[in-house]
Structures are given as C-alpha cells and as structure tokens.
C-alpha cells in the first residue's frame, strides 16, 4: 500500500505526515509523531484511554484512521498545558489524588477539558454522564469527578 499524506493542525500547530491507509490515529500519534500521552487501553473504543478532540468533537483515536485527520483541528494530552504552565483540570487532578496509574489519566482529561468547554457548569449528573465512555481501573471514580466539578467551581469565580 502507498502511504497517504495529511496536513492537519495538532495543539495549535500545522503538521505533516505519511501514514498507512490502515494506521489509525493513535498509532499515527504515538508511533510516527511521538504524542505518546494518548493511550491504547483496548483498541475497541470502549475504554477512553485514547481520547482526543478532533474540530472540536470527543473521539477515540483506536476508531479513527489517521487519514481521516486531513484537514482537521486535533486536540491531545500534550495540547493542555501551556509550557510549564497547568491547565486548571491539570492542577485539580493533582490536588484532588484523582489518577494512580495514569494510562487513564490523560482521556479524562481531554474528555473532562470538551465537557467544560460545551457546559461550564456541569452537575455532578453531567459530569459523570460525560465521562462515562473513560474507564479507570484504579481510582475509582468519585475523586475524578470531584476534580472536574471543583475545576469548574473555580472558573466560574474566575
């Protein structure tokens, strides 16, 4: 098979690349642009480990053929923080212990990050609604949420 070129934004920044036909978004992003802060939990769309935003809409990465990101907006892990600089959710993981092992980590995140950005006032509902395609096989859930809401407590007073 020819490879296929693609022009497409990441984080803010236009890149390039050739990728197989077949290679997913995830595999393009970790393996031949080394974001690897997206993880492959199940390679199914099932657990959110791979979660990114693409113009702006919640998708996992294993479901995505990189291909298909020709033209598009792409939003990572690595796209939250600014510099040295946490984002808001970033900091509240942290505050509240709400990530162990991390392979989850980074899906919460970016899901929690798209839900804020569509609804900054989210009800604990909402938020567990939103990030009920992101599983943890650590934590549990509560401390998760509690971050999310407390996150967006405090841009609300901002």
Request: include cysteine; proline fraction near 3%; aromatic fraction near 4%.
């Amino acid at each position: 098979m020819s490879q296929i070129h693609v022009s497409t934004t990441i984080n803010g920044d236009p890149v390039e690349y050739l990728c197989e036909p077949d290679e997913t978004l995830l595999d393009v992003l970790r393996d031949r642009l080394g974001l690897t802060g997206s993880k492959e939990g199940c390679g199914s769309g099932d657990c959110g480990a791979c979660s990114v935003t693409v113009d702006g809409r919640l998708v996992c990465s294993c479901l995505m053929l990189g291909a298909e990101a020709d033209g598009k907006q792409v939003g990572t892990i690595e796209g939250l923080a600014e510099g040295e600089n946490l984002h808001p959710l970033q900091r509240k993981f942290l505050e509240h212990a709400a990530l162990q092992c991390g392979v989850c980590t980074p899906g919460f995140l970016v899901a929690a990050k798209s839900l804020l950005e569509r609804n900054s006032d989210p009800t604990e509902t909402e938020v567990r609604y939103w990030l009920a395609g992101n599983l943890c096989r650590c934590t549990g859930y509560d401390k998760i949420v509690r971050a999310v809401l407390d996150t967006a407590h405090d841009m609300k007073g901002a």
